[in-house]
């Protein structure tokens, strides 16, 4: 209708004129992703991307069973089908070798090779840099209670059922 008064805008809820860095889950969540960035950066100077970095991790820890495509897909929370686009990089790489005669739906063993784990033992400086608390802004008391703190987060975050539970 022309000229006629439109409803006016409802009130927005009493937090949204602030500064949405006062709740806490907002600032955990800017820390995560600006983390996670500067993770991603460090790794890249040293060829890695976090999910590959992971990978590596996973299969070294393993020793010598291998682990198959799928139980790396859950452990990274992935699709099978984005591990297996993940895997198809790191066997380019030389980094990892797994089983490729394999049917649809079989069992695919994933191993790492002696190039992924010195691969992998490149991150080495780069997890010894972010893990000075210094790198985070932090005197090594603050950063061993920021740790706790985080284990009590997941903890919390693991056994919450959601909204409406």
């Given at each position: 209708?022309?000229?006629?008064?439109?409803?006016?805008?409802?009130?927005?809820?009493?937090?949204?004129?602030?500064?949405?860095?006062?709740?806490?889950?907002?600032?955990?969540?800017?820390?995560?992703?600006?983390?996670?960035?500067?993770?991603?950066?460090?790794?890249?100077?040293?060829?890695?991307?976090?999910?590959?970095?992971?990978?590596?991790?996973?299969?070294?820890?393993?020793?010598?069973?291998?682990?198959?495509?799928?139980?790396?897909?859950?452990?990274?929370?992935?699709?099978?089908?984005?591990?297996s686009a993940l895997l198809h990089g790191l066997v380019a790489a030389g980094w990892v070798e797994r089983d490729e005669e394999v049917r649809r739906g079989q069992r695919v063993d994933v191993r790492v090779t002696p190039a992924g784990r010195d691969a992998l033992a490149s991150a080495t400086p780069v997890l010894a840099h972010l893990g000075r608390p210094q790198t985070l802004g932090l005197s090594a008391e603050e950063a061993g209670t920021l740790h706790g703190l985080l284990q009590r987060v997941l903890a919390a975050i693991d056994a919450d059922p959601g909204p409406g539970a």
């Open positions: 209708m022309v000229g006629a008064q439109a409803d006016p805008a409802p009130e927005p809820p009493e937090w949204v004129p602030r500064d949405p860095d006062h709740l806490p889950a907002y600032a955990l969540a800017r820390a995560g992703a600006a983390m996670n960035d500067l993770f991603a950066r460090h790794l890249a100077a040293v060829g890695l991307r976090p999910h590959t970095f992971v990978v590596l991790v996973h299969l070294v820890r393993a020793g010598a069973e291998p682990l198959t495509s799928a139980e790396l897909a859950r452990r990274l929370e992935m699709t099978p089908q984005s591990m």
